[in-house]
């Protein structure tokens, strides 16, 4: 027997009214609310929908149609039918006025039977994009597509790869008012349990107006003070996938193209998804390289300013008659320098990523090539600084995650300063500042160093070296109660 709605949901502020006039009072009769009232013999069906969110074809072909034939049947007839033969995959009995909303806003079609007993068809229009590569997660070799702002679809690029029953799903609604879809993924056997339970409390502890994005959950779910990110993020399924197999978990956000990572550890931002499509050997030297080209954008211009101001016997005759005679028409000292080019240089990737992608290259020629000649003809800066910010400046952006290389500009700015006012002591103390930073720093409770600090040496096997392919490796110990993975 079809469950009726309690007649207290039915009351407001002590006066009966229809759910059509609550939703009218509690809308403000907004144009896209769209009311229809069929009258089928003694039966009356009012049908409500968001004309923005659903779809009018599939509301006329599969519910209208359907209904506009019907008459004198009885009313628990009438609920049956509809139920039962309406061409949809999702119909649901709803019991109270606030799922009658929920149901509403998500794209469902309500079908309200004699004003007491209802129905939510889902008739949602489709308003994404489709599958596409991913802007800014460039890759070689490997798939190409990407994740879209559509949570189903997500989802389903994910299952697409790992087809297995344990791939569990945990789903929250976030927002007291976006109701933002939220879940967690992970596979049941690899990821440990304790893990799934931590972040899943993060979750039900938020309590704000709205999740937009995945990035608003950054700040709930990151507790660390470090600059580096502890959170990773991507927009590949691929990469994704791996992560789970890893033990790791995923967070979905429904509107969100991308995807959080947790754990998430320092060696992480090294590794791209392209580097298990490649021979073991070619991995390796890149992921050297860009651990190279992390250490030259950090240290370089806090070397070069150490060299210039409190270090300069520590360099060849020849070089310093070099530098010097570089600086000699330049009335900045070399700290205020690199300041000012380092600056420059932010300025002109800000409004590279800003404009218009038509006009993006002509303008950082212009800034890059006529601006820094006009510069140095000037005498306002020396040649051998645009040399160390410009290597410094494209070695950090080598890394493959946005978030890592801006943290690198911090560190860059920190070691500077140090530089200018102690010379190397000044580097030695920013060196032990950032690993003091970085082995203090957790990722859900995890070491963020590891497998370096604590040292595993199985692991490392994969950090900046990576094993041959047909190699067996023991899976994360601190991830995963399942040993052993093929790589």
Known sequence: MYEKLNKEDTITNGDKMTYIERLKNDSNNDDDYIYKTIKLGKNTIDIVNIETITSSSDINNFILKRISFLDNLKVN?????????????????????????????????????????????????????????????????????????????????????????????????????????????????????????????????????????????????????????????????????????????LILVDNSPEVIILPTFFIDFFHTSDDYYQK????????????????????LPAIYVSLTTHNKDSMPISLLLSFKTQRLSVPFPAFMEAILMIIAFEILRETDIRIPSSMGSAVSILGGLVLGDAAVNAGIVSPIMIIVVAISAISGLLMPSIEAVNSVRWYRFLLIILASIFGYYGIFLGIILILTNLTSTKSEDKDYLYPFAPINIKEQLDGFIKLPSKNKKQRNPILSDNKVREK
Not at 86 to 112: F, M, R, W
Request: hydrophobic share 35%; proline share 2%; glycine share 4%.
């Open 77 to 249: 007839d009438l609920i049956d039918y509809l139920y039962n033969y309406l061409p949809t995959t999702s119909i649901n009995k709803i019991k109270d006025y606030e799922a009658l909303k929920d149901k509403l806003l998500n794209g469902y079609t309500i079908l309200i039977i004699n004003q007491n007993n209802i129905l939510a068809v889902e008739t949602r229009r489709d308003l994404t994009r489709g599958v596409s590569t991913s802007d800014y997660e460039k890759t070689i070799l490997g798939p190409k597509d990407a994740f879209i702002e559509h949570y189903n679809t997500n989802l389903g690029l994910i299952r697409r790869r790992i087809k297995d029953v344990n791939l569990h799903i945990k789903t929250f609604n976030l927002g007291r008012y976006t109701k933002t879809k939220t879940s967690i993924l992970y596979i049941n056997g690899i990821c440990k349990k304790e893990l799934v339970d931590r972040i899943s409390n993060d979750l039900e502890k938020i309590d704000i107006d709205g999740i937009i994005d995945s990035n608003y959950l950054k700040k709930y779910l990151n507790t660390s003070k470090s600059l580096f990110p502890t959170i990773k993020q991507t927009e590949r399924p691929d990469l994704a996938s791996e992560a789970l197999l890893e033990g790791k978990i």
């Open 280 to 299: 073991s050997l070619n991995t390796t030297f890149i992921r050297l390289i860009r651990l190279i080209a992390f250490l030259i954008a950090i240290f």
